[in-house]
């Protein structure tokens, strides 16, 4: 399929997903929600080319944790929401972005401006409330995109409010994988890259496999960079391991990870895998 009609088709979706949030969403309960944009969100990554595979999801949460991340590219957010919709904390320049911006406004994205030290304190208070009150929302702790190949340092400042909030943190792996089996940077929105560059890319080195390794729950403990360090520890051992199981087997298999507290987690075999739209491989 030419790489312009896959575009047209990713500006229909998005476009159709405006029209689902404009007349669906106040008419649907909080699950309804969440169905309409785990939907939504799958069918954004089959038109990428792109399948999921979600390992280790008897670990998962599903109320009152903070969820985080490695984070390589935008298309990220839509494979968090593929797996389990949850609202991010985003940098505010998104909200300006065509379409985009206003969709991640009405799913409750947290929109900081990071170069107002006092508006990450805002934050920090507007997230441990919304954790208090059940709610799971994602944030990318390394505070901007990688090539996903290592992680960036962890920063703690947003794992206070797992602290203020005594709830737990789930750490989750993200990795891309390509049709040979190797992991693939394609996806990988960094240095210089412009939003339309970036999709190119993704596109053009399709077709792709999403890998969601699910971490067991942390304990909120008392110190956020003991807890940030923890967290940073058990994403870059779930991403050696599916590094390493490329290089055993050609495919991606998240295997013996350590994680505290995840004694209910011990199932590694991959619990969730979505095809891809075989009509948008070719470009």
């Given at each position: 399929m030419k790489l312009a009609l896959r575009k047209a088709r990713l500006i229909a979706h998005l476009l159709h997903g405006m029209w689902i949030v404009a007349t669906r969403f106040s008419k649907a309960g909080a699950e309804g929600r969440q169905t309409l944009n785990r939907e939504w969100s799958l069918k954004m990554l089959r038109l990428c080319g792109m399948q999921l595979v979600v390992?280790?999801?008897?670990?998962?949460?599903?109320?009152?944790?903070?969820?985080?991340?490695?984070?390589?590219?935008?298309?990220?957010?839509?494979?968090?929401?593929?797996?389990?919709?949850?609202?991010?904390?985003?940098?505010?320049?998104?909200?300006?972005?065509?379409?985009v911006g206003w969709l991640a406004q009405q799913l409750g994205t947290v929109f900081i401006q990071r170069e107002k030290r006092s508006d990450a304190k805002r934050i920090m208070h507007e997230l441990a409330d919304?954790?208090?009150?059940?709610?799971?929302?994602?944030?990318?702790?390394?505070?901007?995109?990688?090539?996903?190949?290592?992680?960036?340092?962890?920063?703690?400042?947003?794992?206070?409010?797992?602290?203020?909030?005594?709830?737990?943190?789930?750490?989750?792996?993200?990795?891309?994988?390509?049709?040979?089996?190797?992991?693939?940077?394609?996806?990988?929105?960094?240095?210089?890259?412009?939003?339309?560059?970036?999709?190119?890319?993704?596109?053009?080195g399709g077709p792709l496999t999403a890998h969601v390794y699910v971490g067991g729950p942390l304990a909120p403990g008392a110190d956020r960079r003991t807890l940030a360090a923890e967290a940073e520890g058990v994403i870059a051992a779930a991403l050696r391991e599916m590094q390493g199981g490329m290089t055993r087997s050609g495919a991606a298999i998240a295997v013996s990870i350590a994680s505290p507290n995840a004694s209910d987690a011990a199932n590694n075999s991959p619990a969730l895998i979505e095809p891809v739209d075989q009509s948008s491989r070719s470009a």
């Open positions: 390992h280790n999801d008897s670990a998962r949460l599903d109320r009152g944790a903070l969820v985080v991340a490695n984070h390589i590219s935008w298309i990220d957010i839509y494979v968090i929401n593929a797996w389990r919709p949850t609202p991010f904390v985003s940098k505010a320049e998104i909200r300006q972005w065509p379409v919304r954790l208090s009150a059940g709610e799971l929302m994602c944030v990318f702790p390394e505070g901007t995109t990688s090539n996903g190949l290592t992680l960036l340092p962890f920063h703690a400042n947003m794992f206070q409010a797992a602290v203020s909030a005594s709830v737990p943190v789930q750490p989750l792996c993200i990795m891309y994988e390509d049709a040979q089996g190797r992991q693939s940077t394609a996806p990988a929105y960094i240095d210089d890259l412009t939003l339309a560059d970036s999709l190119n890319m993704l596109l053009r």
